[in-house]
C-alpha cells in the first residue's frame, strides 16, 4: 500500500541523480539523537532559486496534488514553482499517498499549503529537504491547518486530526517538529531528511514530545510534554504500544514505527481514541 518505487506525474522540471530512499541519511546526514533548532519563519525572497551542492527540481504539485503558498495572501490558489532535491521530491510523493490512504475516508486530498521546501538558508531547507506544512484540505470539506495552531485547539478532534496527520509525516521524515516542539513551529509542521532512517528515539526532544502528545490525547495519559523520556512516558507508551497491537522494536525499526504511525493516523483521522 505504501510503495517506495513511485512513478511521478504533474508538473516537474530539472534534472538530478535519482538517490533511493535507503540512501537519505547520506544525502542529508544529522545526528539522530540532536533535534535540530530551526528558524522556521522563512521570508518570500530566500524561495528564489539557488544552487546548491544538489541540484533542485521545480514542482508546483506533489504527485498531482496542488501546492498553494498563503503567509501572504491567504486563500491564494495561484501556481507556485517550489524547489526540492529529486530525491525529497520522491519521499513527498510516498507521504502524499500514505496521506491519501489513511485519510480516504476524508475523500481526496484537494490541496495542501506549505509555508516552505527549499529556502536560501543553512540547514535542511537550504538542502532542499524540508518541508514545512501549512494547511491541508479533503474533497469532502475536512482540514487541518497547522498554520492556525490546530495541535493548541480546544476540540479534541481537531487535535487528534493533527497528530493523525503529523503522524503520516513521520512514516517518511526523520525530524517532525511540530507545535509542541516549540515556538518556531506553533503554526506549521516541519519535516526534513536529517538524522534518517526513521524510528523513534528516547533522546530526541521531538520524538518524546510527539509520543506524550499522542498519549494524552489519545489515551488521556496526563504527561506533562517536556520532551524527557522518563518512566511515565516509557509506561503510558507501553500501553500506547499494547493497545495498537504493536510487535516489535519501533526505536531500533524503522517498519514496526511506520507502521505504529498508521495506526496512530487511522484512529486520529476518525477521532478514536486508543
Known sequence: MFENNLSRRGFVTGAAAV??????????????AADPKINDQHRESEFAPGVGALAMMTFQNIDGTPVYYWRS???????RNWQ???AFYTALVAWIRDLRSLSSAYGSISYIVSAGFYVDKAGQHGAGTAMDLDHVRWSGGNTISP??????????????RYLATEAVCR????YVLDGWYNADHADHIHSDFGGMPVRVLKDSESDTKFVQATCNNFRAAGLAIDGI???NTQNAFNGLKSALAVTGDPHTSSSVWQGMLSKIATKGFANQNI
Open 229 to 231: 523520556w522518563g518512566p
Open 84 to 86: 526540492a532535491t529529486d
Open 19 to 32: 538517490a533511493g530512499l535507503a540512501g537519505l541519511s547520506a544525502l542529508a546526514p544529522g545526528l539522530a
Open 171 to 174: 512514516r517518511r521524515f526523520r
Open 73 to 79: 495572501n491567504r486563500g491564494n490558489t495561484t501556481a
Open 147 to 160: 498554520l492556525d495552531q490546530a495541535h493548541a485547539s480546544s476540540t479534541a478532534a481537531t487535535r487528534k
